[in-house]
């Protein structure tokens, strides 16, 4: 009966849709009206055709009192509503990268997953056997679909996923591209075009990226720009994904039911995910996220009952972790070692040759992590930059105060959401923490919860804070608060066991935790909505720099980092080429950070008289040191002349030999 009924229901769903897009064409194509009008008129089109098939035919209501239309019409007309909502939001985020058809067809796939249990909720039949039964509500439809755990995991994850595109689609419209945003595409590129002479990455190593997604998809030809926005929207949708699946698997591990609290959580997180991912960067730290807990997550099964195809996952997982960001060494498997450890000492001395055992995989990860490491350097000529120094982490040691201080800092910083969406939202959501923190001390004085859970998850909050203060992070002058990234699935992880309360305080809680989920959601949407523009990666200013090049017929020249290399990127293949400069210490150095040193090489061997250097707005930055047009004429000498991009870049001639001079 329940899959005739789903049939149905897909079979009218099918018709429904292509009614409205036979209107949606209509009105767009033939009529041309504008995208958004024409899926405003065809939505409401589709909506009276499917209320009126879904309730004869598919549910077989066939109750025509006007009491009973009317709420079947009221609670349908509400969950539409959102429905419509949703659809807007994503016509507006996504019509200027692909069709509105095809927009429309994966928003009606979406709402598909949901509108069904719902559905049944309304349109339940109410025959004379139920007529003392309360009246449905749409607030009692939505609560059926919170007890409804599998639909409530879905929801979690699509409304989720939605508010991870819109803080990725925000940072696009909000900020510019620099030359970390696009340095590891770049430098995949230049490999495939066999620059292999010598070049410096980060501490994270992003090689693992740069083999199966950069390189793939300069082979295919992407276009840069929707490759920079659709591949960021990819792996923070990943990251959140990856995080809820891998959060609940440890939290079922310990035997804490997963249900309301940690789901609404996981929506937590993704309304302040801005300021927790690196969330405009491809290139950055949040996939290794997934596999910390992965190797958490593993480790604790191995130690529960060891397993030698888990023990190899476990050593293949840590191995390419360590390798792809050497910090998962500390913040990961420190947690799981320290874990193990404890509860072999405290709780079963029979499990100390288990704890050996993960020991060993760790290892052997390890060994196999510096392995790859000089496999990569062998073959790329790359270098890569250390992470920190003996030094930095003994300057802890001289201020201890102002490392605790600013830690705290920075913890609060990234739970309270960035201040773009108003201070009072942070101010809310540090409240939230605070009131979720109470309520799991509370279950901790109540002995509610398991003991090996309450040292596990205070083990994997600490251990982050720890590496971060010793690491000397804190008494950077900038913000690190994301170098506490990994605290926050410890939080979640954590927190999650107050469903395990009684009475009414967890209902208290959910109430509160969804209050400011909606808050926040509320504003992530509207922030995202007035501040797009049709230039996702804000390159007019970048494009005008490069052209200027093909525009005076100079084959290279030489810009500053956040010039070269995410112009050339965007707009440049073999030719024209931006060659990047730094500025250390008042002076310019050509810059081989995410750029083969051989390009270098064969740009300033062709015959050229003189080459510019394009300025931007009357400097090269390398903060905190800055390169002026008078300390650059102080270094190299007067200029042959001066010219100015079309967006008024000063542009200094010179001769060629001057500029080879200039040291790496």
Known sequence: MYNRKLLTYLAIGVISYLIEMSTLYLLNVIFGLSSVLSVAVSFWVGFIMAFVLQKLITFDSHDKTPRTITKQLTAYSILALWNYIFTLMAVYLFSQVTSVFIIRTITIAIITSWNFIIYNQIFKDKSAKHKHSAPL?????????????????IATLVVGCFFVTCWTL????????????????????????????GSIIGPTNYIIKMLFLYMPAEIIGINSSLFLICSAIILNVATFIGIYYLSKKILEYFSIHVAGIFNLLILWLSTIVGSVFWIQYTNSRNIEIVAGLGIIYLGLLIYDKFDLKKAIWLTILSSVAFFADPMQVYITAVVILLYASVDAMFFDKTKRRDTLKIFAIIILGYVASILLKLLVTSITKVEFITSGSLGQSMSVLLQPV????????NLLRIIAGTNEMGSWHQVLNIGLVVLLLFSYMNIITR??????????SIIFLAIPIIIYVASGQPLYKTDTSRYLIMAVPAIIIGFSAIELSKGSAKKYISLIISIIVLINGIGLVYATLTSQRPDLVNGVILRNRYEFLSANNYNYGYASMDTAIPATYLFGKHSNTLLPLSCDNNRLRKSTLFYDRSVFEINESAPSESVPIILDSGS?????????????????GVPLSLDRTSSGDVVMIYKTEVLKNIAF
């Open 402 to 409: 102002v490392a605790i201080v600013e830690t705290g800092k």
């Open 170 to 197: 925000f940072r696009f419209y909000t900020k510019g591209v620099n030359f970390d945003l696009t340095g590891q595409q770049l430098l995949a590129r230049q490999w495939l075009d066999g620059s292999l002479s």
């Open 447 to 456: 002995k509610i919860v398991n003991k090996r859970f309450v040292i596990f």
């Open 620 to 636: 090269i930055t390398n903060y905190p040191s800055v390169c002026t047009v008078d300390s650059i004429t102080k270094q190299i």
């Open 137 to 153: 509500s749409i607030f009692g439809a939505i609560g059926k679909v919170i007890k409804h755990k599998r639909a409530f995991n």
